[in-house]
């Protein structure tokens, strides 16, 4: 399965941004999707996940914020990103596993595949 994300960018705070996730090849392996983020120096952080079943998860962070979406007749994965602050800027990455989303969190059952990454920076 390979992953494309887009829709990074700078904003200013307050502001929005929709990131999108396009999966190609084998996507009936993904059973579970999700969003993370990372800044340099610091650990990836999860940020939120979508099954197959459209059920959702979010990291406190960013619940009430960031909203994680799909399309599954396009393969795409979406997260609106609302009330965007400083503290948001990061490369953000799309990640997927053939394991529900019900098997466990993303650090007991990690991603098996990865997008490159968008950037996005709240100013």
């Known amino acids: 399965v390979q992953l494309v994300e887009s829709g990074g960018g700078s904003v200013q705070a307050g502001g929005s941004l929709r990131l999108s996730c396009a999966a190609s090849?084998?996507?009936?392996?993904?059973?579970?999707m999700g969003w993370f983020r990372q800044v340099p120096g610091k650990e990836r952080e999860s940020l939120a996940g979508?099954?197959?079943?459209?059920?959702?998860s979010y990291a406190y962070s960013v619940k009430g914020r960031f909203t994680i979406s799909q399309d599954k007749a396009k393969s795409t994965v979406y997260l609106q990103m609302d009330s965007l602050k400083p503290d948001d800027t990061a490369m953000y990455y799309c990640?997927?596993?053939?394991?529900?989303?019900?098997?466990?969190?993303?650090?007991?059952?990690?991603?098996?595949?990865w997008g490159q990454g968008t950037q996005v920076t709240v100013s």
């Open positions: 979508i099954g197959s079943d459209d059920s959702t």
């Open positions: 990640a997927g596993r053939m394991a529900d989303c019900y098997s466990g969190s993303w650090r007991e059952v990690p991603p098996d595949y």
């Open positions: 090849g084998d996507t009936y392996s993904g059973r579970c």
